[in-house]
């Protein structure tokens, strides 16, 4: 029978990766801002890069206040099943593995519903493209724990599940780039790179929806999500925001939903709508919009 782990264990044992690297990340992200200056290239704007800076420190401040929480509740899980995986260097690759497919779907339904969206749409809502885009995860990405939680019920040593994730997303940071162009095609075949992850940031009408892979893009290219990139991206989002404010880039599209959630008079349409496609936040003004006689009124 395994041994159970306590809170103490894993925080003892799990070093903190992302707070160790965010000084690196950050003299990183200012060389490229200072390099795309020096050449003209419009890849930065001081205002979005300060508004992705503050969400990225808030964020790195955040978790390591609710740290014991989210560690908890891997934990629990953990310690409710009977079997556990031993540790070793093979099982921990599984485990990144099968993260990685975890992490897909949570992408996935990142973008497909509208709660996970409320969650998601900060790392979207910057109109450029650059190794600070890195640093827009939401104040409210936490609950998306959910996904993760069947790695604890599979076995997986929570220690070794919190370095995984950690690596997962430090391996996002440098695909978040237009410095690199393409990476040899059998590395691109299996791994995601900028070239992939800017389709996904991309607002293009065949862009939308795809390549949610996180460290492997085969993911996409098994569930039918795989786009090549054909043509230059255009970034942000389709509700785009015309303001820097940090506080409101991370709860903008929560705002949107407890509005439409109030004026819903039946309770169990309102609760529906969490789990409905973002689309739905804003089907009253594409109606508004598409609709000849009330643009006619308008105008007058």
Known sequence: MKQKISLDDVVSNAPDLIL???????????????????????????????????????????????????????????????????????????????????????????????????????????EKYNLSTSFRLSWTQQIKVVFFLPISLLGFHPVIFFICHQIAVLYQFWIHTEYIRKMPKWFSYIFVTPSHHRVHHGTNEHYLDKNYGSTFIIWDRMFGTFQPEDEQAIYGILDQPKHYNPVKLVFHVWGDIFKKMAKSKNPIKAVKLLFLPPDALYEDKKSKLNNPHQKKQEAV
């Not at 979005?48 to 560690?71: R, T, Y």
């Not at 995986?85 to 993260?99: A, K, N, Q």
């Not at 996970?116 to 910057?126: D, G, L, P, Y």
Request: aromatic share 22%; glycine share 4%.
């Open 20 to 126: 160790y690297a965010a000084p690196i990340m950050i003299g990183l992200a200012l060389f490229e801002f200072y390099f795309s200056w020096r050449q003209k290239k419009e890849y930065y704007e001081k205002k979005d890069f300060i508004a992705s800076l503050s969400i990225g420190l808030v964020s790195v401040f955040q978790n390591l206040l609710i740290k014991s929480l989210l560690f908890g509740s891997v934990i629990w899980f953990y310690n409710i099943v009977p079997w556990g995986i031993p540790v070793t260097w093979w099982t921990t690759i599984l485990c990144f593995i099968t993260l990685d497919f975890c992490r897909y779907w949570a992408h996935r339904f990142g973008h497909e519903t509208s709660i996970f969206w409320a969650t998601h749409v900060t790392h979207h809502n910057s």
